[in-house]
């Protein structure tokens, strides 16, 4: 399935126009653009590109990986771990929404993170798979991620520990603070803190695959990042020191829109213009 990007140029310029502070005037000004020029560069279609370069500067965005998504020319490819992973993406509303299952192909335990807006199609892979599923993982409990908790419990039967971050509780969810491991069969989970989308963002490394993953939740997402709500440039930070700081070649599974890379969204993600060098696609 060709999932497009999540956010395209004027989600993207709102994300960093909010998360800076700026309204309209002054961003405007900041930029040196009336504030006519700035609602077309805004709409992007018809804009002059050199507008959307000078937003780009002034809210310390890359401008090359700006212009691209513009231009519509960044897709990210991805050659997923197999066996192990599989992926689901499901409607909530008027949004997409995703959501991963994981397992050790050695002992047959899994583990599900995030549960989609619709449950059924994890269930049946449980069973196609012949799949245990041990564990359930909440990258954060936004709706549209845990609206399925109850019912995914049902169908799977069995004892399955569900688990969230402490600065996030939800009924029926063990706390944990991020820096903890927890183990799938010979796989290992490690923990790591992705908040300022929501104050439990948590993003889960998957070791003992035949390829590094992360399931990134909405912290950040191909092309862009999710909506940061509290210290902006701090939870930039967090992105870089905690999502970024993988291999080039781990996978990244986010809450929303396509997989990626570590090695794409350095090129290719403008919230991060300090990562910039040629990358092969499918790294």
Not at 39 to 67: C, I, N, T
Not at 178 to 199: A, M
Not at 221 to 247: C, H, M, P
Request: glycine residues 10%.
């Amino acid at each position: 399935m060709n999932i497009p990007l999540e956010d395209g140029v004027t989600d993207i310029l709102g994300k960093a126009q909010r998360g800076l502070g700026l309204d309209a005037t002054a961003l405007a000004s900041k930029a040196g653009l009336t504030e006519d020029e700035l609602a077309a560069a805004k709409l992007v279609k018809g804009a002059p590109f050199a507008s959307v370069e000078k937003l780009a500067a002034a809210l310390e965005l890359g401008p090359r990986a700006l212009v691209a998504i513009a231009e519509g020319t960044y897709q990210p490819t991805v050659t997923p771990p197999t066996p192990g992973f599989l992926a689901f993406n499901t409607t909530y509303g008027d949004m997409t929404v995703n959501a991963y299952l994981v397992w050790d192909p050695r002992t047959g335990l899994a583990a599900v993170f995030d549960t989609g807006a619709d449950c059924m199609p994890i269930v049946e892979a449980l069973r196609k798979n012949d799949l245990t599923l041990q564990d359930v993982y909440l990258t954060h409990t936004h709706i549209d991620h845990v609206v399925e908790l109850d019912r995914l419990l049902e169908k799977a039967g069995g004892s399955v520990g569900v688990h969230v971050n402490a600065a996030e509780t939800l009924d029926k969810a063990a706390t944990f603070r991020p820096g903890v491991t927890f183990s799938l069969g010979k796989l290992h989970i490690e923990t790591r803190d992705t908040s300022g989308h929501s104050p439990g963002g948590t993003t889960y490394h998957v070791h003992g695959l035949d390829r590094p993953l992360a399931i990134v939740g909405d912290a950040l997402f191909a092309g862009s990042v999710g909506g940061i709500k509290t210290d902006y440039r701090a939870s930039l930070k967090k992105i870089a020191e905690n999502i970024l700081s993988a291999q080039d070649g781990a996978v990244l599974a986010p809450g929303h829109g396509p997989l990626t890379t570590v090695a794409q969204e350095k090129a290719n993600n403008p919230f991060f213009p300090g990562f910039r060098r040629p990358v092969a696609q499918d790294i």
